[in-house]
């Protein structure tokens, strides 16, 4: 069975660089949301910023596939890309004031720690969304 169509190239294209935007843009807002500069911390070889960060756009995108798996319409998978995206930095913040991030002691355990509740977080949201039979 060929399922290509330009129908569905137009849907993955959307979905795509609609996701690539998105998670741009969660990247640009979560690195103001911090209290460092990730990429100045990475450019500098510390590992903690870089795991922190990567689970963030871990913890975001899974939501995000399941969206694109279950969505009717491409405005839901922006809806829930933004509310996904406020879950992420709500639970952020929560974490941080029970777990200051130690980016100049490059504290890979608390990095590791972030980047675990990120995805975590990120799990719950994508399983969420998948409707029940």
């Excluded at 910023?49 to 963030?56: F, N, S, V």
């Excluded at 009717?72 to 709500?90: C, G, N, P, R, Y």
Aim: with cysteine.
């Amino acid at each position: 069975m060929n399922t290509f169509s330009v129908n569905s190239m137009a849907l993955f294209l959307g979905y795509l660089i609609g996701g690539m935007a998105l998670l741009a843009l969660f990247v640009k807002i979560y690195t103001r949301v911090t209290p460092y500069c990730e990429f100045t911390h990475i450019r500098a070889g510390h590992t903690a910023p870089a795991i922190a960060l990567g689970g963030a756009m871990l913890g975001f995108t899974l939501p995000l596939l399941a969206m694109s798996y279950v969505s009717i319409h491409f405005a839901d998978f922006m809806l829930w890309s933004l509310i996904s995206a406020t879950t992420q930095l709500i639970i952020y913040k929560v974490v941080a004031q029970f777990l200051p991030m130690q980016v100049d002691d490059d504290n890979n355990a608390v990095a590791i720690t972030y980047a675990f509740v990120s995805v975590c977080t990120g799990l719950i949201n994508a399983f969420s969304l998948i409707p029940r039979a």
